[in-house]
Every structure is written in structure tokens, then in C-alpha cells.
């Protein structure tokens, strides 16, 4: 036992929100809105568990196909969470992150999320948010800038992605029962741990989460070689 085992970095590919609000006969817009409460939870506990970067799916490049309605309240419901949570961060000493190509969002969220990542640039502890993300489209980006810089090496790529600047990802978790990553972390992922869970996003807690880092802890993690 020792440190070595402890997971630095763990993303969480939130799921479920839809399937939590039917089976309680609520509108889907509860269901994120619920969600939003538990990364809310999530974040609080963030310092007590030891992790130094979360790394959250909120917003794919996909998910553009949904309904008009449905996005118009995911992106209403990033404009309250920013508003209302960015003073605890700052408390906290939370340090906000954004990966995607975010600045493809509505103006004024683009706004308000760059007015918060400088207030909370000094923050010990990371969340990244996956806004407008797409793995594919990440790596493309990377690719064509290490081409530009003059090299394509798996090197010159991991150091133009998103996540240049954040420890390598230990652990990737699902929620609701899907087993895909879904265009997320696919170039990261690569020697990551994964961890699927039946529980629907709402329900997810930090209990939970510690139940996957103390399972995490426990493999063995072998990276190719014996
Ligand atoms: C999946 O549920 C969830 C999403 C597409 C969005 C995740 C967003 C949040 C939890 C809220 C916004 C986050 C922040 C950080 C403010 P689904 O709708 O695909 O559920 P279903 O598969 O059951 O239909």
C-alpha cells in the first residue's frame, strides 16, 4: 500500500438524468436539474477525496441533436450553476477548467465562463467541465497543431490536447448502466481504469465515488507490461 495507488484524476460520464426523471414522472428538465445538485455534492466533497482533477462530461458535441428545448435548458442550467457555485469555488479553492471548444457557446456563457476561470485560476484542486466536447474532434485538434509545430509523435499530440495541463487520467466512471465511452477521453483513456454503475446520475453521491476510488486503489494496474 502507499500512495502509488491513490487515483489522481477521475472522469465521470454522467448518465441518466432522462431515465431518473420518467420513473419519477417528472419533466426531463428536472432530471439535469437534479444532476446539477449532484455535481454540486460532488464538487463539495472534492477536497476530502484526495483527488487533485475531476473531470466532468457535461455537454458533448453531440448532444446538439437533442431537442432545442432540452439544450436551451442545459445551457440555462450552466448559466445558474456558474452564477451561484463560482463564489464557493473560489472558497473552496476549486480551480474551474474547461475542455471542448467551449468558445462555440452562447457569448455570454463564454463570457461568464472566462471571468470565472480567472477568478479561480489559483485553485488547488481541478474541475474540468467538458463543454461543446468531442474526443475525436480533440484529437484532430491536437494532431493538426503538432503538425504545425512539426511533428506528429503520440508526445507532440498528448501535449496539444485540452487536457495538456492535467494529471493523466486514472479513472473513468458511467453512470445509468451504459457501457461506451461515447466520444469522451478516448485518447486519455488509454491506461485508465474503468468503473460502470447502475445508478442513475440524480442518485449519484460522493459515497459512491469513494467506493470507485477504493476499488480503483485496489487493482493492479500493469500498463502493457507483467
Ligand atoms: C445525460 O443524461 C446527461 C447529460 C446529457 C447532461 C449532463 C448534464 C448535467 C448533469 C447538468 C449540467 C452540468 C453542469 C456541470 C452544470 P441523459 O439526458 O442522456 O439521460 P438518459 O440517457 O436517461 O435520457
Known amino acids: 500500500m502507499g500512495s502509488d495507488n491513490r487515483a489522481r484524476h477521475v472522469a465521470i460520464i454522467m448518465d441518466g438524468n432522462g431515465r431518473w426523471a420518467k420513473r419519477h414522472h417528472l419533466p426531463r428538465a428536472m432530471g439535469h436539474q437534479r444532476g446539477v445538485e449532484a455535481v454540486r455534492k460532488l464538487v463539495r466533497s472534492l477536497d476530502s477525496t484526495g483527488l487533485e482533477c475531476l473531470t466532468l462530461y457535461a455537454f458533448s458535441s453531440e448532444n446538439w441533436k437533442r431537442p432545442e428545448e432540452e439544450i436551451g435548458d442545459l445551457m440555462n ?6 452564477k451561484s457555485d463560482l463564489p464557493e469555488f473560489v472558497a473552496n479553492d476549486v480551480r474551474l477548467k474547461i475542455i471542448g471548444d467551449w468558445k462555440g457557446l452562447d457569448p455570454d456563457i463564454v463570457k461568464m465562463l472566462e471571468d470565472a476561470l480567472e477568478q479561480t485560476a489559483k485553485g488547488s484542486r481541478t474541475l474540468a467541465v467538458a463543454l461543446n466536447y468531442g474526443s475525436q474532434q480533440e484529437i484532430a485538434r491536437a494532431a493538426s497543431k503538432a503538425a504545425a509545430a512539426g511533428e ?16 493523466p487520467l486514472d479513472l473513468l ?7 461506451r465511452l461515447s466520444n469522451f477521453l478516448l485518447w486519455q483513456a488509454a491506461y485508465a481504469e474503468m ?12 459515497r459512491h465515488l469513494a467506493a470507485a476510488l477504493e476499488e480503483f486503489a485496489k487493482r493492479e494496474r500493469r500498463y502493457g507490461g507483467r
Request: aromatic share 12%.
Open 152 to 167: 506528429i509523435t503520440p508526445e507532440t499530440i498528448a501535449a496539444h490536447l485540452d487536457t495538456a495541463d492535467l494529471p
Open 195 to 206: 468503473w460502470f454503475t447502475d445508478v442513475l446520475w440524480p442518485e449519484f453521491t460522493p
Open 77 to 82: 442550467l450552466m448559466r445558474r450553476f456558474i
Open 173 to 179: 466512471i458511467r453512470t445509468s448502466g451504459e457501457v
